[in-house]
């Protein structure tokens, strides 16, 4: 009974990577769907522009923990600008697709890595282009808005 999922999304489900969350974090994104009512949130610790941890709490779908799980895999050791380029579609390619219904969940990972460089560049005084957090809504916490957009 595998309902389309990849064998990774099983793996990433049963076996998540990054759970957790960290003390004095650098950043922390929270997003939400209003749809589905999963919440997944994103702490990430940030040294020389250098994601040295991240971890991750999801209150959710298989394919939300799987998403976050290898969502916090890509970005780990990556610098802030490389982590900002990660797109939800990355994310389910790496877990080997995930099936059409499931894509608004791999959404969410991309959103709350987003959500928590925002934190980070505002808790610090960096400047940066709104446009990259457009999709975030206005304060940048999407949690609950539902207006998360299917890709
Ligand atoms: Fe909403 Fe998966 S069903 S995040």
Same mark, same amino acid.
């Given at each position: 009974m595998s309902l389309g999922y990849s064998e990774k999304v099983i793996e990433h489900f049963t076996n998540p990577?990054?759970?957790? @969350?960290?003390a004095n974090p650098s950043g922390v994104g929270e997003v939400g769907n209003a749809q589905c009512g999963?919440?997944?949130r994103v702490y990430l610790q940030v040294e020389n522009?250098?994601?040295?941890?991240?971890k991750f709490k999801t209150f959710g779908c298989a394919s939300a923990i799987a998403s976050s799980s290898m969502a916090t895999e890509m970005i780990k050791g990556?610098?802030?600008? @490389?982590?900002? @380029?990660l797109t939800n579609k990355a994310v389910a390619q790496?877990?080997?697709?995930?099936?059409?219904v499931k894509m608004h969940c791999s959404l969410l990972a991309e959103q709350a890595v987003k959500s928590a460089i925002k934190m980070y560049y505002?808790?610090?005084?960096?400047?940066?282009?709104?446009?990259?957090?457009?999709k975030l809504g206005e304060d940048g916490h999407d949690h609950g808005h539902g207006d998360l957009v299917e890709e």
């Open positions: 990577r990054n759970v957790g @969350e960290l999963d919440i997944m522009d250098i994601i040295t941890d991240v990556k610098t802030v600008g @490389e982590a900002l @380029e790496a877990l080997d697709g995930l099936p059409p505002d808790n610090n005084g960096i400047a940066y282009d709104a446009a990259l957090f457009a």
